[in-house]
Each structure stands twice: as C-alpha cells, then as structure tokens.
C-alpha cells in the first residue's frame, strides 16, 4: 500500500451515511480516548460517527477533546 492511500485511508471516513448509500468521506477526527471517526450534525448519522454536533464524544462522554486525521505527519515517519 502506497502512502498516499494510507493517508486517504486515515483522513477520510469509510463509514456509511444513512440515507444516502454512499460513502461519508468526511473529515476523520481522533478522541483523546483514542476512538476514530467523523463528527456529523445528528446523531448516528454515519457509522463510523464519533462525534455530535457539540464535539462530543460518543465513546467516552468527552467533549473537544479530540484531533483532525489529516495531513498527519507521523504516518510513514
Ligand atoms: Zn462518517
Ligand atoms: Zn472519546
């Protein structure tokens, strides 16, 4: 695997958002908790969401406490 498509692969969510039978491709955020995935405007719109509209982790109840997955300079390194 190339390190471009592990970069695409981390940056963007692989989740599914209802109603629309496609791919989310949103940005992928990291929790403190270490739980991945995307943050949407409702609640269990995508599969792989993590986080609500208030930043808001749906793993571990902590709210900001998170990092953007993308142009993430440790990968490869
Ligand atoms: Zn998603
Ligand atoms: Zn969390």
Request: aromatic share 10%; with cysteine.
């Amino acid at each position: 695997m190339s390190y471009d498509a592990i970069k695409s692969d981390r940056a963007l969510c692989i989740g599914y958002r209802k109603g629309l039978a496609g791919k989310c491709n949103a940005q992928v955020l990291k929790c403190e908790c270490g739980a991945t995935g995307c943050r949407q405007t409702y609640a269990e719109n995508c599969t792989e969401q993590i986080f609500d509209v208030n930043y808001k982790c749906v793993k571990c109840g902590a709210v900001g406490k998170y990092e953007v997955l993308n142009f993430v300079n440790r990968i490869g390194a």
